[in-house]
């Protein structure tokens, strides 16, 4: 990471980008779908500006639903199946591109500002008492 970029990719390396090295926000979502989509407990994702992406590399995408029934789109390297962006209908209205942060190379300073879908968090994860917990989010 330079002080003006981040960059990050795909398990095999076929998809890779850079964006700002500040993140606008980051969170963590433990619904159900980002849990399957990840295999894991939840999905760790950092919002960056839309227009900041640079790409390289091709994405398939896999066509999901929110719980408003608001269209979710999960982009994921065709080779090696590591899912690298999440995207909806709004978000290119709200100017960000959501990105899997387990794809950035470097990771160390994030700091997620809550978790969304708390309500959903596997029963076994503590969240420390500090941490900020949206029960349920309809997007």
Sequence with gaps: MTEEFREGGCLCGQVRYKVPAQPVDTIICHCKNCQKQAGSAFS??????????????ELQTFEDKGTSGQKVY??????????????????????????????????DDLKPSLHVWA????????????QVQVPRQDF
Excluded at 87 to 104: Q, R, S, V
Aim: negative net charge.
């Design 44 to 57: 760790v994702v950092s919002f960056f500006p839309r227009d900041s992406l640079e790409l390289n590399g």
């Design 74 to 107: 999960r982009r994921f390297c065709g080779s090696c199946g590591s899912p690298v962006i999440t995207d909806t209908d709004d978000a290119p209205g709200m100017g960000l591109i959501f990105i899997k942060a387990g794809t950035l190379d470097e990771v």
């Design 119 to 130: 309500d959903s968090k596997h029963c076994w994860l503590t969240l420390a008492d500090d």
